[in-house]
């Protein structure tokens, strides 16, 4: 690929809205520095919980398109052009929450054949060559359907690659590491006397939580870079309500937005005791 540039990043997220909770500071920050950034999202969502109550009639194909839109303000936002659905637009269903019938849907994602998804996400890998590809862990960061199904879809995606000779250098999970949610948490429950949320979540309703030494990366969005994220957060309205440095979901228990992404190393080469950029000792030239 002659014509990308030579720093290339890959995130596979389940449903938008996804990638700005998890990455929105880290996609704004390798945007901005020129990075390629390249987000595929499986699903539409399209059994998403409607928040606003002016939006609460759109259902199904409607509340995909719509929140399709959403996802497009939201890259705007991060300022990344390259953001595509696995498989093209509504080729996987949202399953919904586990446990519900929606999950034995034929067409929705956790019913998706594991090798097909995996091939639609090679050629995106083949196309980009991504030298840093970031998803969840293998319990989807807190069981939902589509994000254990996106992890193993880009797992699966990743060894197909290394047999085509194009697999990304490193892989990351998404994650928080134990004591930093635990002091956001602190401090959001001092704070919420003066928030438009009445109650604050709990820890445990964090994606990706883990002891601190499994983390290996963090990447610092500073306060232009949060400020991104908290806008790209803002744009995925029926999902999301954003108050500071605070958000909640439709639940309306209020969690920190993390302005620092953490992240655990999976696949590649470590590049220091805690690395602060994706790409620690990627030679862009040479993997390009
Ligand atoms: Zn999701």
Known sequence: ????????????????????????????????????????????GERGEVIPPALAHLTGAALGAHRLRELTAAMAELGVTDFRRLGGDGRYA???????PDNDDPACFWQADV????????????????????????HGGYGHP????????????VELADEAGCAPAKVYWNRVPRTVGEAAFARLREALPGLSFAEAG?????????????????????????????????AHATQIEVDGDWFALS?????????????????????????????????AEEAS
């Open 251 to 283: 639940n309306k228990l209020a969690q920190p937005v993390f302005r620092t992404e953490y992240y655990e190393l999976v696949r590649g080469e470590r590049a220091g005791a805690r690395e602060t950029d994706l790409f620690a000792g990627i030679d």
């Open 94 to 100: 949202d399953s919904g929450m586990m446990g519900i």
């Open 202 to 234: 709990v820890l445990e309703d964090v994606p990706g939580v883990v002891d601190d030494e499994r983390v290996t990366t963090e990447i610092d969005g500073g306060d232009t870079h949060a400020a991104a994220k908290a806008a790209a957060m803002a």
């Open 146 to 157: 589509d994000h254990i199904q996106a992890h193993r879809v880009a797992t699966r995606a």
């Open 1 to 44: 690929m002659t014509d990308l540039p030579s720093r290339r990043l890959l995130l596979v997220h389940a449903h938008p809205d996804d990638e700005s909770i998890n990455n929105g500071a880290t996609m704004a920050r390798y945007a901005a520095e020129g990075a390629h950034v390249t987000l595929v999202t499986c699903t539409l």
């Open 115 to 138: 090798d097909e998804a995996a091939g639609h996400l090679l050629k995106v890998i083949q196309e980009v060559r991504p030298q840093v590809l970031v998803t969840y862990d293998p």
